[in-house]
């Protein structure tokens, strides 16, 4: 018999928050693209300071399991965690990503933004292929980049993330 988390690990793998089952949109090929471009930009700025990795489950209490596309974590909140826990990580990612699909609904995507920011997020990046936008949310609010503009955030010095950057394998001719 498999465990629920086992289940929730089956692709297309699955998020569980306010009592129901969400199944992840499985991603085309530009999807796959920005989660890349966006993944060696924050590693390129993150070197030491801790983890990047794609598709990294987040426990986030009773009942909540979320995959953001793209997760930052700080080594410093690695460190006090234990070496299964750090794969398992009990909290929300400093830095989500969530590319967007076009089966999204605005209503899930703004409520799994919350339940980022609520359970230890400091900046969640909602990516939309179709507008070239990123919306870019902490806990004061919002705001929207757009082409020819750049990411960066007081609490983490140093990053910056070029929106032309995160799309532009998207205009690459074959």
């Known amino acids: 018999m498999l465990s629920i988390d086992a289940w929730l690990d089956e692709k297309p793998y699955k998020e569980l928050f306010d009592g129901v089952v969400h199944e992840k949109v499985s991603p085309q090929r530009g999807h796959g693209e920005i ?10 700025w993150g070197g030491d300071r801790g983890s990047v990795a794609m598709e990294l489950r987040a426990y986030l209490g009773e009942g909540v399991t979320l995959v953001p596309d793209v997760a930052y974590v700080s080594g410093e ?4 965690l234990s070496a299964e826990e750090q794969e398992r990580p009990p909290f929300a990612p400093d830095i989500v990503v969530e590319v967007r699909s076009p089966e999204d609904r605005e209503l899930r995507i703004r409520r799994k933004t919350e339940l980022y920011l609520a359970h230890g997020a400091t900046l969640v990046l909602n990516v939309d292929p ?14 929207i980049f757009r082409a020819r503009e750049t990411i960066e955030h007081a609490g983490f010095p140093g990053l910056q993330i070029p929106v032309d950057d995160v799309f532009a394998s998207l205009d690459r001719k074959w």
């Open 35 to 44: 989660m890349l471009n966006v993944g060696i930009l924050l590693k390129a």
């Open 77 to 80: 909140r690695l460190a006090r």
């Open 130 to 143: 179709a507008t070239r936008t990123i919306r870019v949310t902490d806990v004061h609010g919002e705001a």
